[in-house]
C-alpha cells in the first residue's frame, strides 16, 4: 500500500499537470489541484514509523525513497498545499498561469521529499524553485518584477551549484549508482568530499537562505501574495532542509565540514534576527525570521555530521515541520487580521492578538506549542559548551525579534495592510483561528515522546529564553531608542551595485576587443599564451 501511495504522490499531480495540456480538461484540472497532495499526505502518515520503503521505476531511470524524516516534512508539506490550495479554488480560478506555477511548483515541493536518485531529486528541487517565479512576479509592479528577478537569479545560481555537486557525488561513488544512500555513504571517502561539501552547503543553503545567499527571502516575501508565502515559506523552503539531511553523511563523523556548516548555521541565526528588527514590514520581519530559524536547523546539522549522529536528521526534519506550519500560519495570520481590521468585525486586540502572539513565540520555544516540542528535538544537537550557550542566545534573539513582529503587526497601520487584506481569500480569513491553533497543537500528535515537554525542568528551560526576550523586547522600545534603517534584502543592493558596474565596463570591452582584432599580432599573441599553457598542464 505504501509504495503505491508513493507512487501516486508523484502521478496524482503530474496527471493533473498532463491534463491541463487539453485546453476543455484545464479549468476542471486546476479547481481540483489542491487534492493532488493526498496520496503524499496518506503516504507520509504510513511512512511515519515504518522502515524506509523504496520503489524503483527502472522503465523511467527513477528511483523512490521514503523514511521517516522525510515523511513528516511530507505530511506537514501536503496538508499545508490542500489548506490554501482549497482556500484560492475560487479567488485564483480564473488565472490558469497562476494556476499552473502553482501546479508545478506543489509537484516539486512533494516530490523532493520522496525522490530517492540524484536525476529525479535534481528535476523535482528545480521545479520547487523556478516555476514558483509565476506566483508573484507576472505583474507590472517594479517592486515584485525585481524581486522576480533576483529571486531567479539565485534559483538559477542554486541549481548551477546543485548540478555541479551532484556531478561530483556520481563521480565519486565506486559502483555507479545513482541512488542518494548509495552516494552519500560514498562521500566521506571520495576525493571530491571537500569540494561537493561546499557545492552542497552553498546551494541548499541559498534555497534556506543562509548568509550571504539570504537577500532574496526578504525581497520575495515582501512581494507575494499571502496564500503564496505561506506556501513558500513553509514547504518552499524545506527543500533545502531534506537537501542537507539527504546528502550529508551524518552516520560518519565529519568534523571539519559539520563545524563549518555549524559556525554559518550560528552566524545565520543571528543576523537573521539583527537585520530582521531593523524592518517594519510584518511580511519581511517573518522573511528575516526564517533566516534565523533555518540558521538553527543548518547548526544543529552541522553539529551532527561532526559528532557522526544520524538522529540529527529526524530530530531537524521534526524542526523544520514545526517551522513549517508556524511559518505558514504566521503569514495568513498577517492576512487575516488585516483583512479583520479592514472590515470591522475583530479590533487588533484580544484573543486574535493573544493567538497570533502565541504562534509567533513558539518559534522561539515557547511552552505547551509545538515550538516548545521542536526546541526539545533540537537539544540532543546542543548539549553543551558553546553550542549550547548559543542556542539559548538564538532562542532569546527569537523571542525579541518575534515580540517586535507582534508589535508591528498590532499597530494602528502596518506597512502593507491594505494589500495584504485583499490578497487573502476570504476562507483563510475565516477559518484562521482554526489553523493557528492546528499550527501550535499538531506537532504534539507527531512528537516522539510529548512528555518530555511538560517536565517542569523543560518547561523551564522553555520559558526563561522568552520570558527574558519579551522584556528584553519592551524595554527597548520603552527606552525610546530606534533601529538603524535597513533596506529589505540587505546585501541585495551591494550585489546590484557591483552588476550594475560591472555592466558598465561592457563598452570598454568591446572597444578594447575591437582595437585587439585589428592588431595582427593579437591572434598570434593569443595563441602563444594557450600552447604556453598547455606546455605547463603536461610538464
Not at 378 to 386: D, E, L
Request: proline share 7%; glycine share 10%; charged share 10%.
Amino acid at each position: 500500500m505504501t509504495e503505491f501511495l508513493l507512487a501516486a504522490t508523484l502521478a496524482a499531480p503530474l496527471a493533473l499537470l498532463a491534463a491541463c495540456f487539453v485546453k476543455d480538461w484545464r479549468p476542471r484540472a486546476l479547481a481540483w489541484q489542491f487534492l493532488a497532495p493526498a496520496p503524499g499526505l496518506a503516504a507520509g502518515l504510513l511512512g511515519l514509523r515504518g522502515a524506509p520503503v523504496s520503489l524503483d521505476l527502472p522503465w523511467l531511470g527513477v528511483t523512490l525513497r521514503l523514511d521517516p524524516p522525510g515523511a513528516l516534512l511530507l505530511v506537514f508539506a501536503a496538508l499545508l498545499w490542500i489548506v490554501v490550495g482549497a482556500a484560492l479554488r475560487r479567488d485564483k480560478a480564473s488565472d490558469e498561469r497562476f494556476g499552473i506555477s502553482w501546479l508545478l511548483t506543489m509537484t516539486g515541493s512533494l516530490g523532493v521529499f520522496v525522490a530517492g536518485d540524484l536525476v529525479s531529486f535534481y528535476l523535482l528541487y528545480a521545479l520547487v524553485s523556478i516555476p514558483a517565479f509565476g506566483l508573484f512576479a507576472f505583474s507590472d509592479d517594479p517592486e515584485k518584477k525585481r524581486a522576480g528577478a533576483i529571486y531567479m537569479a539565485f534559483a538559477l545560481f542554486g541549481e548551477a551549484l546543485l548540478l555541479l555537486a551532484f556531478a561530483l557525488l556520481a563521480a565519486g561513488e565506486p559502483h555507479g549508482s545513482a541512488r542518494i544512500a548509495d552516494i552519500t555513504a560514498a562521500l566521506p571517502s571520495s576525493p571530491y568530499r571537500d569540494a561537493v561539501g561546499v557545492l552542497i552547503v552553498a546551494g541548499f543553503g541559498m534555497k534556506m537562505g543562509l548568509i550571504p545567499f539570504n537577500g532574496w527571502m526578504p525581497l520575495n516575501y515582501g512581494a507575494a501574495p499571502i496564500p503564496v508565502a505561506a506556501v513558500l515559506s513553509g514547504a518552499g523552503v524545506k527543500a533545502g532542509v531534506i537537501g542537507l539531511i539527504r546528502f550529508l553523511p551524518l552516520g560518519a563523523p565529519m568534523a571539519g565540514m559539520g563545524e563549518a556548516l555549524a559556525t554559518l548555521g550560528f552566524l545565520s541565526a543571528f543576523y537573521g534576527v539583527a537585520v530582521g528588527l531593523t524592518q517594519h514590514n510584518p511580511k519581511t520581519i517573518l522573511a528575516y525570521s526564517s533566516i534565523s530559524q533555518m540558521g538553527v536547523v543548518a547548526a544543529a546539522l552541522g553539529l551532527g555530521l561532526a559528532a557522526g549522529a544520524p538522529s540529527a536528521a529526524g530530530d531537524m526534519a521534526f524542526y523544520g515541520a514545526n517551522h513549517l506550519l508556524v511559518k505558514a500560519a504566521l503569514f495568513l495570520t498577517i492576512g487575516a487580521l488585516a483583512a479583520r481590521q479592514k472590515s470591522g468585525t475583530e479590533p487588533l486586540s484580544g484573543w486574535p492578538l493573544a493567538l497570533a502572539g502565541a504562534l509567533a513565540l513558539s518559534l522561539a520555544g515557547l511552552p505547551f506549542t509545538g515550538g516548545a516540542l521542536a526546541k526539545l528535538a533540537s537539544k540532543a544537537q546542543f548539549v553543551t559548551g558553546w553550542p549550547a550557550f548559543l542556542a539559548a542566545l538564538s532562542s532569546i534573539g527569537s523571542a525579541i525579534l518575534m515580540t517586535h513582529f507582534v508589535t508591528r503587526l498590532a499597530s494602528p497601520t502596518p506597512e502593507g495592510a491594505r494589500d495584504t487584506a485583499q490578497e487573502t481569500p476570504a476562507a483563510l480569513v475565516r477559518f484562521w483561528p482554526a489553523l493557528g491553533l492546528g499550527a501550535l497543537l499538531l506537532p504534539w500528535f507527531f512528537a516522539a515522546h510529548p512528555g518530555e515537554a511538560l517536565k517542569l525542568d523543560k518547561i523551564w528551560d522553555g520559558l526563561w529564553p522568552v520570558a527574558t526576550g519579551v522584556a528584553l523586547a519592551f524595554g527597548f522600545q520603552r527606552s525610546g531608542l530606534s533601529a538603524p534603517q535597513i533596506p529589505a534584502g540587505d546585501s541585495i543592493g551591494l550585489y546590484e551595485r557591483a552588476f550594475a558596474r560591472f555592466v558598465a565596463l561592457g563598452p570598454d570591452f568591446e572597444w578594447l576587443d575591437a582595437r585587439l582584432r585589428q592588431w595582427p599580432a593579437a591572434g598570434a599573441s593569443l595563441l602563444l599564451i594557450v600552447l604556453a599553457l598547455l606546455a605547463a598542464a603536461l610538464r
